[in-house]
C-alpha cells in the first residue's frame, strides 16, 4: 500500500477528488452524446464543451474564494450544489429542452473553477511534511489519469444503456459520495482574515507569486511551451491516421486511448521520478520524453505510431508532476488556492488557443512538418530550464509559523517577492498543526 493511504487524511481527500472528477468526466462526455442524439448535430456535441470551458476563465475568481473560506466545507458546499444542478436533467424528454443539457455544463465549468483550486489547497493543508510533497502530487494524478481515462467509458457505455437520465442519476450519487468523503475529513483550519485590499489585487496574488517566485517561473513556462506544442497533437492525429497509416477515422478513438495509458504510466513515473529528480530536472524529462514519442510518429507503422503515443502521453504528465510539486512546496497555504488557478489557466488558455494554430498548420502543412516543429519545441523547452534554479523539496523541523505566513517555506531557494504583501496575511490554515494532509 501506498505510504500517504495509511493517513486517513489522505485517503478520504483522494476518494473525494477521485469520484468528483469521475462525476465531472463521466457526466461531460454523456452531455455531448445526449445534444448530438436529440439534435443529430455535431456543433450541437461541441458547444456543450464550450459552455463547460468557457467558465474556467474565471479560475482566478475561484482560487480567491478558495483562499478566503475554510476549504473542507466548500468542497463539501460546492459538491452537493452541483448534485442539485444536476437534477434539471432528468426533465429533458426532448430538443425543446435542450437548454437545459448547455446550463448544466455551464454550471459544471462555474463549480470547477472553484474546485480545482479548492482541492489543491485543501492537499497543501492536509500536507505537513514537504519531503511528502512530491509523493502526494505524484499519486493524486495517478488517480485523475485513471479516472479520466475510466470516465468517458463509463458515461458513453451507461448512455448507450440506459440513457441521459441514468447518467444524471448516478452522476448525483457520485457527488453525493464526493461530498461525504469531504465531509468526514477531521482537518484543523481556521477562517481566514480579509486582507482589505482591492479585490482586483486578491484576485491576481496568485499570478504575482509565480512572477516573484525565481525557480518556480521557469518551471510554468517550460511546462505551458510543452503542453502548447502537445495541443498540436490532436488536428495532427486526424492527418497522420489518413496520410501516414491509411486508417478510417474512427482509428482515432485507439490511438487517443493508448495516448491516455501512457498519461497514467507518466503520472506514475512522475511520482516516482520526483524525489530523485527535484521538479526541475523531472519537468525537462518530460518534456524531452514528450519529444522523443513526438519523433517516432513520423514513422508510417501502427506499431511504431502506437508506441510514440504511449511514450508521448507520458512525457506531459511527469511534467506537470514537477510543476505541481515545485507549486505545493513554494507556495504558503493561504495563497494556494490562489496559485493553483494561476498554474491551471496558465497552463490550459494557450492550449485552447493552440488547438487552432494545429488546426491552420495541418492544413497549410504536411503533417510530418508539424510533428518536427513539435518535437523541436519541447526539446527547446526542456533546453529552457538548464542553468535555471531548482525548488528544494524537503522538510525542516526548525520551520516556523513565521516563515508560513512570509511565504517562505523552508528549504526553498527564493521567496516571495516583497509586494506580494498578501503572504503577510494571517495564515488561513495553522502552519504546524496535527496531520492534514491537489491537483493540476
Known amino acids: 500500500?501506498?505510504?500517504?493511504?495509511?493517513?486517513?487524511?489522505?485517503?478520504?481527500?483522494?476518494?473525494?477528488?477521485?469520484?468528483?472528477?469521475?462525476?465531472?468526466?463521466?457526466?461531460?462526455?454523456?452531455?455531448?452524446?445526449?445534444?448530438?442524439?436529440?439534435?443529430?448535430?455535431?456543433?450541437?456535441?461541441?458547444?456543450?464543451?464550450?459552455?463547460?470551458?468557457?467558465?474556467?476563465?474565471?479560475?482566478?475568481?475561484?482560487?480567491?474564494?478558495?483562499?478566503?473560506?475554510?476549504?473542507?466545507?466548500?468542497?463539501?458546499?460546492?459538491?452537493?450544489?452541483?448534485?442539485?444542478?444536476?437534477?434539471?436533467?432528468?426533465?429533458?424528454?426532448?430538443?425543446?429542452?435542450?437548454?437545459?443539457?448547455?446550463?448544466?455544463?455551464?454550471?459544471?465549468?462555474?463549480?470547477?473553477?472553484?474546485?480545482?483550486?479548492?482541492?489543491?489547497?485543501?492537499?497543501?493543508?492536509?500536507?505537513?511534511?514537504?519531503?511528502?510533497?512530491?509523493?502526494?502530487?505524484?499519486?493524486?494524478?495517478?488517480?485523475?489519469?485513471?479516472?479520466?481515462?475510466?470516465?468517458?467509458?463509463?458515461?458513453?457505455?451507461?448512455?448507450?444503456?440506459?440513457?441521459?437520465?441514468?447518467?444524471?442519476?448516478?452522476?448525483?450519487?457520485?457527488?453525493?459520495?464526493?461530498?461525504?468523503?469531504?465531509?468526514?475529513?477531521?482537518?484543523?483550519?481556521?477562517?481566514?482574515?480579509?486582507?482589505?485590499?482591492?479585490?482586483?489585487?486578491?484576485?491576481?496574488?496568485?499570478?504575482?507569486?509565480?512572477?516573484?517566485?525565481?525557480?518556480?517561473?521557469?518551471?510554468?513556462?517550460?511546462?505551458?511551451?510543452?503542453?502548447?506544442?502537445l495541443s498540436f497533437l490532436q488536428p495532427v492525429l486526424f492527418s497522420l491516421i489518413q496520410h501516414g497509416l491509411n486508417r478510417s477515422p474512427q482509428f482515432l478513438g485507439v490511438l487517443e486511448t493508448v495516448e491516455a495509458v501512457g498519461a497514467l504510466g507518466g503520472s506514475v513515473l512522475g511520482g516516482i521520478l520526483i524525489g530523485r529528480l527535484g521538479p526541475r530536472k523531472t519537468v525537462m524529462l518530460g518534456a524531452a520524453t514528450f519529444a522523443v514519442g513526438a519523433l517516432l510518429l513520423l514513422v508510417p507503422s501502427v506499431w511504431v505510431v502506437s508506441a510514440g503515443l504511449l511514450i508521448a502521453g507520458a512525457g506531459m504528465p511527469a511534467g506537470v508532476v514537477g510543476l505541481a510539486t515545485a507549486a505545493q512546496s513554494l507556495t504558503p497555504p493561504q495563497l494556494m488556492g490562489r496559485t493553483q488557478a494561476a498554474v491551471n489557466l496558465s497552463l490550459t488558455a494557450p492550449q485552447a488557443v493552440a488547438i487552432g494554430v494545429g488546426a491552420g498548420l495541418v492544413a497549410a502543412l504536411d503533417f510530418r512538418t508539424v510533428l518536427v516543429a513539435m518535437v523541436v519545441g519541447a526539446l527547446l523547452s526542456g533546453l529552457y530550464l538548464l542553468g535555471k534554479p531548482d525548488a528544494v523539496i524537503e522538510d525542516d523541523a526548525d520551520d516556523s509559523d513565521e516563515e508560513e505566513s512570509a511565504g517562505q517555506p523552508a528549504g526553498e531557494l527564493t521567496p516571495a517577492p516583497a509586494e506580494d504583501a498578501e503572504d503577510a496575511e494571517p495564515t488561513a490554515v495553522p502552519a504546524e498543526s496535527a496531520p492534514r494532509l491537489q491537483s493540476t
Open 1 to 229: 500500500m501506498h505510504p500517504l493511504l495509511a493517513r486517513p487524511e489522505f485517503r478520504l481527500y483522494i476518494a473525494g477528488q477521485t469520484l468528483s472528477v469521475l462525476g465531472d468526466s463521466a457526466l461531460f462526455i454523456a452531455l455531448g452524446i445526449w445534444a448530438k442524439v436529440l439534435t443529430g448535430s455535431s456543433s450541437a456535441a461541441g458547444l456543450v464543451m464550450f459552455c463547460y470551458a468557457v467558465p474556467m476563465l474565471l479560475l482566478p475568481l475561484g482560487g480567491l474564494v478558495a483562499d478566503r473560506v475554510r476549504r473542507r466545507p466548500l468542497l463539501v458546499t460546492v459538491n452537493l450544489a452541483l448534485a442539485v444542478a444536476v437534477s434539471p436533467l432528468l426533465l429533458v424528454d426532448g430538443r425543446g429542452r435542450l437548454w437545459i443539457v448547455y446550463g448544466t455544463a455551464v454550471l459544471y465549468g462555474l463549480a470547477g473553477a472553484v474546485l480545482t483550486p479548492a482541492q489543491s489547497a485543501m492537499l497543501r493543508t492536509i500536507l505537513t511534511e514537504r519531503q511528502d510533497f512530491g509523493a502526494a502530487v505524484g499519486f493524486t494524478q495517478t488517480m485523475r489519469a485513471g479516472t479520466t481515462l475510466v470516465a468517458p467509458l463509463v458515461g458513453s457505455g451507461l448512455y448507450g444503456w440506459l440513457g441521459g437520465r441514468a447518467v444524471a442519476l448516478v452522476d448525483i450519487g457520485i457527488l453525493l459520495a464526493a461530498a461525504l468523503a469531504f465531509l468526514a475529513l477531521r482537518v484543523p483550519e481556521t477562517r481566514p482574515e480579509p486582507s482589505g485590499r482591492h479585490w482586483r489585487t486578491e484576485v491576481l496574488a496568485g499570478f504575482q507569486h509565480l512572477r516573484g517566485t525565481a525557480s518556480l517561473l521557469p518551471l510554468l513556462i517550460a511546462t505551458t511551451a510543452t503542453a502548447t506544442v
